[in-house]
């Protein structure tokens, strides 16, 4: 509870003559409780605006809504007209929720985000403090604290501060969040006090919303130019699309942030070698004080190697903490659902899963499998409907080029149609298979697989559900995979 007065004084809006008690704020109309603030937000499917009558007679106590918009008389009620009110709402949630962990990290870029939290919340729990990351796979933490609300790869800006404020009553200092291109692009972070900024790569993904490449660089530089304070540190990895590198670079110069270059590129940390291992990778790496560490990580994935250095260099107070790092690659574990093992057929093929659902993702993912494939490469995936329908053609000519076989099927059509989603899909792959229905490519192609074999299925990672429709079906793609395998 806090006084309106205080809200708006924090927000630079002016004060009103009627101060009055906020019980609580919320974005939805159908959540406004009495005394509450309601934020009447013009969205992408409806507009806040229209439930303001809704939200009055619910008993808000003052709504916060764009310039222009008309207000009903009302007594009970006071609105707070602003130009843009998802940022200012976004500062409000901060101030209303006031506890916020000390240490803070922000991941942006197409692919990565999620590995890259996690192995930042592995290296700070290996360090034995009590660290959490916000994110795709939900909030994790090593406390009791259970989050149970919707999943998105970044809450709106209420959730992420009630969900921080929680953290920080069960001990949470050490958070590492994933920044989306909407998240950014929706003001769902601008309340935040970060240390460090982190940008993994940027490839195609999302142009459905952002619509070209340029705006979508744009929302993801937003971390950088309205969040990241001066002095944040801006860890980057250097292999990335260099047009993307050199806007981002510049951004950071121009914001006098520390810039932390990484990657086989890289200054702060430079990859010299990478070598896979039957069970791992075997990294050699240089700091920019010249001091070299090879260490062995028990994970697969050549992309992972790049999340590893991006985590690091996001967290390391200064150069040589690198050195504190090292000793605890070993005890790093995989990332659910990322080039995760799912079975091991009796004849030794074996079946992983990964999250992989832009075409550069699945190019990565293949290129890192094709050392321990000895014999031939599968992969079995979808594009998601309701989603950018350019990556789909793309994503079949990268499974093509490096994969020997091909299986198209469905990912999460939504309301779109899964027959046209496959058919969208296959102009990149024309000779693929297309097997309709998730659950039966998988059993159809595990039967095929034999000694020396590697099937790869995409797409999923972690999900439990395929959303058909509106309809969350159940589903998982590790445990369709054991399933299918055990009745071999
Ligand atoms: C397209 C998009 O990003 N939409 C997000 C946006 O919704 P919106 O404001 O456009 O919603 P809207 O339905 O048009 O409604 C407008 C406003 O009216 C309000 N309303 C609506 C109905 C009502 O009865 N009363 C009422 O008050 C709504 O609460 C909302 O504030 O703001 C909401 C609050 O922050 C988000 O929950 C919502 O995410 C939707 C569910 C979504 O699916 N988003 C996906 C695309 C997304 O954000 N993905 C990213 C990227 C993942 C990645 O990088 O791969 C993510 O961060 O997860
Ligand atoms: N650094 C990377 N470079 C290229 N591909 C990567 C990288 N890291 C992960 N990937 C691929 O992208 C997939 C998703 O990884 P991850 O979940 O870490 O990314 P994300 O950015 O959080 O994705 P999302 O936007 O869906 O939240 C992985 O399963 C892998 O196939
Ligand atoms: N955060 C991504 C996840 C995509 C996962 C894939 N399974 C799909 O549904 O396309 C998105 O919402 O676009
Ligand atoms: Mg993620």
């Not at 009970?76 to 101030?95: G, K, M, Q, T, V």
């Not at 998240?183 to 006090?193: C, E, H, I, K, V």
């Not at 009796?346 to 992983?352: D, E, K, L, Q, T």
């Not at 790869?456 to 999900?463: D, I, L, R, S």
Request: proline content about 5%; some cysteine; glycine content about 6%.
């Amino acid at each position: 509870m806090t006084s309106l007065n205080s809200l708006l004084h924090h927000v630079q809006l002016p004060l009103v003559p009627n101060d009055a008690e906020i019980t609580g704020i919320t974005l939805d109309s159908r959540k406004v409780q009495k005394g509450y603030l309601f934020a009447a937000l013009p969205g992408a499917k409806s507009n806040g605006c229209d439930y303001i009558d809704v939200a009055i007679q619910k008993g808000a106590q003052a709504i916060l809504l764009p310039t222009g918009v008309t207000f009903p008389e009302t007594n009970s009620c006071i609105p707070i007209h602003c130009d843009n009110p998802r940022y200012i709402l976004s500062l409000i949630a901060a101030f209303f929720f006031p506890k916020h962990p000390k240490h803070q990290v922000a991941i942006t870029g197409t692919n990565g985000k999620t590995s890259t939290a996690d192995f930042i919340r592995q290296i700070w729990q290996l360090q034995n403090y009590k660290s959490a990351t916000i994110g795709t796979l939900g909030v994790i933490s090593n406390t009791d604290y259970h989050y149970t609300g919707p999943v998105l790869t970044t809450p709106d800006s209420i959730m992420v501060h009630e969900i921080l404020t929680d953290l920080v009553n069960h001990d949470v200092q050490h958070l590492a969040l994933e920044a989306s291109s909407h998240g950014l692009d929706q003001y769902r972070l601008d309340g935040l006090t970060i240390e460090a900024a982190g940008f993994t790569n940027l490839t195609r993904d999302h142009l459905d919303y952002h619509h070209d490449f340029q705006h979508y660089l744009e929302a993801k530089l937003r971390l950088f130019k309205h969040i990241l304070p001066i002095d944040g540190i801006a860890a980057i990895n250097a292999d990335m699309d260099q047009n993307a590198l050199k806007q981002i670079t510049q951004a950071i110069l121009e914001h006098k942030q520390e810039l932390r270059l990484v990657g086989e590129q890289g200054q702060f940390l430079k990859l010299l070698s990478v070598t896979p291992l039957p069970e791992g990778q075997k990294l050699e790496i240089k700091t920019v004080y010249n001091e070299i560490f090879s260490v062995t990580i028990p994970l697969l994935g050549r992309y992972q190697v790049d999340n590893i250095l991006l985590a690091m260099a996001l967290i390391a107070k200064n150069e040589h903490d690198i050195a504190n790092f090292v000793p605890l690659l070993p005890h790093l574990k995989g990332v659910r659902g990322r080039m995760e093992q799912a079975a091991i057929l009796s004849n030794g093929a074996a079946i992983y899963v990964d999250y992989a659902h832009t075409p550069d993702a699945l190019a990565h993912l293949l290129q890192s499998l094709r050392p321990h494939t000895h014999h031939n490469l599968y992969v079995i995936f979808g594009a998601g409907g309701d989603r950018d329908t350019g990556k789909r053609p793309l994503m079949a000519q990268e499974a093509d080029k490096y994969a020997d076989y091909v299986i198209i099927t469905d990912d999460n059509p939504r309301t779109e149609n899964p027959n046209l989603i496959r058919q969208e899909v296959k102009t990149g792959a024309p000779t693929a298979l297309e097997i309709a229905g998730r659950e039966e490519a998988i059993a159809q192609t595990i039967k095929k697989l034999q000694t020396g074999d590697i099937l790869v299925v995409a797409g999923k990672g972690h999900e439990q559900g395929q959303i058909i429709g509106s309809v969350v079906h159940p589903f998982d793609d590790v445990t369709i995979i054991k399933k299918h395998a055990s009745c071999l």
